[in-house]
């Protein structure tokens, strides 16, 4: 497995504002990727952070909303812009590492909330 | 969308008993993971089982797939309070969808000491 970081852990925002959330991997990894838990619910993939290049959002997903950076292989950072309380919600990172077997896995996740 | 259906949505079992959690899903996959979350943090990963296996263990843990039914289960033998989690699976459709994880619901799981 790899040591995945996020930072901030949590924080309490005010609405219009943004926040950006750091993700750091200690291994190599192959792919990158940023999924939202709302409150009491599943994950859903946001999109796929591309090494260098714009990253690829899934539907419902934009990138002015939540610009997505990965400006080397072991580092991204997902934006959330312009914030409303629907924007409440766990941000979590996930990897697959170099050479793994298509295990992904997951950052501790931050908690976001908008008031 | 969410592609995993499981079930039950909630589960309470006494310590030492066996956990059976099930997982449906819609469309062909190359891959499906099992993931436990405690308390909203972040996601451990449990087992990933291919589509060309039908059963893998892991400690207490048993995953088995069925492609045919597009089903999955997770059992959890000999079950212990430190068990009491969410588990979810996820599944990877492969080929363009690479690495791409559809989660379901997921199942909250307590155990009573």
């Known amino acids: 497995s790899a040591v995945i970081s996020q930072k901030p852990s949590r924080d309490i925002c005010q609405r219009g504002t943004s926040l950006t959330i750091q993700c750091q991997v200690d291994s190599q990894v192959t792919m990158m990727f940023w999924y939202r838990q709302q409150p009491g619910q599943s994950l859903t993939l946001i999109a796929t952070a591309n090494q260098g290049s714009e990253a690829t959002y899934e539907s419902g997903f934009v990138i002015d909303k939540f610009p997505i950076s990965r400006p080397n292989l072991t580092f991204s950072t997902l934006t959330v812009s312009n914030m409303s309380p629907e924007d409440s919600s766990i941000y979590l990172c996930s990897v697959v590492l170099a050479g793994g077997r298509s295990q992904q896995f997951f950052g501790p996740g931050t908690r976001l909330t908008v008031l | 969308s969410q592609q995993g259906e499981e079930d039950p949505q909630a589960l309470s079992i006494q310590e030492g008993e066996n956990a059976t959690m099930n997982c449906s899903y819609k469309?062909?996959?190359?891959?499906l993971q099992w993931y436990r979350q405690n308390s909203g943090r972040g996601l451990v990963h449990l087992i990933l089982?291919?589509?060309?296996?039908r059963e893998k263990h892991s400690g207490r843990l048993r995953v088995t797939l069925d492609t045919s039914k597009k089903s999955s289960s997770l059992l959890i033998t000999a079950s212990r309070a430190a068990d009491t989690a969410s588990y979810f699976c996820?599944?990877?459709?492969?080929?363009?969808?690479?690495?791409?994880?559809?989660f379901g619901q997921g199942t909250i799981l307590t155990v009573h000491p």
């Open positions: 469309t062909s996959i190359n891959n």
């Open positions: 996820a599944t990877n459709a492969g080929g363009t969808s690479y690495g791409k994880l559809t």
């Open positions: 089982i291919r589509s060309n296996e």
